[in-house]
């Protein structure tokens, strides 16, 4: 592993994901996880990516149009999700610019961190 680590990459729809491709090449060598929605179709196919990189679905805490009570399900489920990524995967950084889906990761990172079980650098970027 070079001296980057590993980093988690996520990813957004729309504008989010075309945010973070313009940072790719900028983001120094090393192993990078992209986590993307599991409803988002499009994000995936607009990265160009190495043969080291992987990418994990996640659910999303709350669709288009979701109701708030459901969304408070569903967000738990994403967050439980969430913890099982960043234990597996132990990025050194989390890459993330805005989509609700960084959100769990976020949190999970933030906790794991707290609770001294792995240092991840969690990197926020408004916009390019």
Same mark, same amino acid.
């Given at each position: ?13 729309g504008g989010h994901t075309k945010e973070m491709v313009e940072l790719l090449p900028h983001?120094?060598a090393g192993e990078r996880v992209f986590v993307v929605a599991s409803s988002d179709q ?15 679905? &996640? ?5 288009? /149009?979701?109701?708030?009570?459901? +969304? =408070? ?40 961190? &707290? ?5 991840? /650098?969690?990197?926020?970027?408004? +916009? =390019?």
């Amino acid at each position: 592993m070079s001296s980057a680590g590993k980093i988690m990459i996520v990813l957004g729809s729309g504008g989010h994901t075309k945010e973070m491709v313009e940072l790719l090449p900028h983001i120094p060598a090393g192993e990078r996880v992209f986590v993307v929605a599991s409803s988002d179709q499009m994000s995936c196919r607009k990265v160009v990516t190495k043969e080291t990189d992987k990418f994990i679905k &996640i659910p999303r805490a709350r669709e288009v /149009r979701q109701s708030w009570f459901t +969304s =408070v399900l569903t967000s738990l489920w994403a967050l439980i999700y969430a913890v099982a990524i960043v234990f597996w995967t132990r990025p050194t950084q989390l890459l993330c610019n805005g989509p609700g889906t960084c959100v769990p990761l976020c949190i999970a990172a933030y906790v794991f961190q &707290i609770l001294g079980w792995q240092q991840c /650098r969690i990197v926020y970027i408004e +916009s =390019v």
